[in-house]
C-alpha cells in the first residue's frame, strides 16, 4: 500500500453520554491543549492558530495538533504516518495522554481510499480496523454489531475479486456516530477545538 500518512482524530471518553456533551456544542478549554502538548512532548513548540469547529475547517496537517476538550471528552486531531497506520500501533504516550475509560480512534486519507478505526476499553485494545477496499493492514478483535450489514456486502456494490464488500471510509465514519452516538461531519454540532 502506498499511502504514507493519515489525519487521525483520537476521542478520550469519561462519560456515559458522549452524545449528550458533544450535542451541546461545548467550547474548548483553551488551557487544555497547552496541557494536553506540554505532556505528550514538553519540548514541543506551541502556537496558537486559532480557535474553530473541528468538523467544518480543514483538517489537521503534519506538526499540527487540532485539541478539544469538554466535560469529560477531549478530542486531539493530528498527522500519523508509518507504524502508526495501524492503529494498534499508536504510540503508548498518545494513548496515556488523558486517562479515559474509553479510546476512539479514527484515521482516513490517500488516494488510495485509507480509513481505520480503533477501541480501547481501559487501556485494551477491543477493536482495530485498518485499510483501503483492496488491503487490510489490521483486522483486531471481533466484529461490532454495526459493522454486519458492510460485511455482508449491503452498503456499497460488490467489486469483486479480493476486495472488501464495503469502503473503509465508510465504515470508519459509521463507528464514529456508532461509539459517540452523533454524527461527526458537517451535518453535526459544532465541535470546538483550538488549533
Not at 99 to 123: C, K, L, M, T, V
Request: aromatic share 10%; with cysteine; charged share 20%.
Amino acid at each position: 500500500m502506498e499511502i504514507s500518512r493519515a489525519v487521525l482524530t483520537v476521542w478520550y471518553v469519561n462519560c456515559p453520554d458522549p452524545a449528550k456533551v458533544l450535542a451541546s456544542q461545548p467550547k474548548a478549554d483553551r488551557g487544555f491543549g497547552r496541557k494536553f502538548l506540554a505532556q505528550l512532548n514538553p519540548r514541543l513548540p506551541v502556537t496558537a492558530i486559532g480557535q474553530f469547529p473541528l468538523n467544518r475547517s480543514a483538517t489537521a496537517d503534519p506538526h499540527e495538533y487540532y485539541i478539544g476538550g469538554y466535560p469529560g471528552i477531549a478530542v486531539v486531531q493530528t498527522v500519523i504516518e508509518g507504524e502508526s497506520l495501524r492503529l494498534s500501533k499508536l504510540p503508548t504516550k498518545l494513548l496515556e495522554a488523558v486517562p479515559a475509560r474509553n479510546i476512539y480512534a479514527f484515521s482516513e486519507g490517500g488516494d488510495e481510499g485509507y480509513a481505520g478505526f480503533a477501541h480501547w476499553e481501559q487501556q485494551e485494545l477491543k477493536r482495530s480496523l485498518c485499510g483501503t477496499r483492496f488491503e487490510l493492514l489490521e483486522d483486531h478483535g471481533l466484529p461490532e454489531p454495526f459493522e454486519a450489514a458492510y460485511w455482508a456486502g449491503e452498503k456499497y456494490p460488490a467489486l469483486g475479486g479480493i476486495s472488501l464488500p464495503f469502503e473503509p471510509r465508510g465504515l470508519m465514519q459509521e463507528a464514529q456516530s456508532y461509539w459517540l452516538g452523533i454524527e461527526i461531519g458537517s451535518d453535526g454540532p459544532d465541535l470546538d477545538v483550538v488549533g
